[in-house]
C-alpha cells in the first residue's frame, strides 16, 4: 500500500526557513499528484500546496505565495516544500498527502494516503 514519511519540521524563530520532505512508497510516484497540507490547533486542515505528476505545475494557498515551493524528485520518490520567511501562524502540522485521482483538490476528504505529519513551530 502506499507509504507517506514526512521529515524536517521543527522549531525556528519568525523570519526562518524550514524544508521539508516527503518520501512516498508503494506507488508509482511519477504519475501521481502530491500536496502538503496543515492543521494548526483548533483549525481545519488547508491545503498549503500541490504539484502536479506531467508538468509539475503548482498550487499555493494565498497566504504562502512567494514564501513556500514545492518540487519534487521522481529519481528519489520524493516531494518537498521549501518554507521562508516563516511566520508564527505558519505553526501547525503538515502532512503530505496523495490520491489516485490525478488532481489537486482542495478537500482533504478527496486524500486517501496521507503521512504521519510533522510538527513546525514558528516562533515570533
Known amino acids: 500500500q502506499v507509504q507517506l514519511v514526512e521529515s524536517g519540521g521543527g522549531s525556528v524563530q519568525a523570519g526562518g526557513s524550514l524544508r521539508l520532505s516527503c518520501a512516498a512508497s508503494?506507488?508509482?510516484?511519477?504519475?501521481?499528484?502530491m500536496a502538503w497540507f496543515r492543521q494548526a490547533p483548533g483549525k481545519e486542515r488547508e491545503e498549503v500546496s500541490c504539484i502536479s505528476s506531467g508538468d509539475h505545475s503548482t498550487y499555493y494557498v494565498d497566504s504562502v505565495k512567494g514564501r513556500f515551493d514545492i518540487s519534487r524528485d521522481n529519481a528519489k520518490n520524493t516531494v518537498y516544500l521549501q518554507m521562508n520567511r516563516l511566520k508564527p501562524e505558519d505553526t501547525a502540522v503538515y502532512y503530505c498527502?496523495?490520491?489516485?485521482?490525478?488532481?489537486?483538490?482542495?478537500?482533504?476528504?478527496?486524500?486517501?494516503?496521507w503521512g504521519q505529519g510533522t510538527q513546525v513551530t514558528v516562533s515570533s
Open positions: 498527502a496523495t490520491s489516485e485521482d490525478q488532481f489537486c483538490y482542495r478537500d482533504s476528504d478527496e486524500y486517501d494516503s
Open positions: 508503494g506507488l508509482s510516484f511519477s504519475t501521481y499528484y
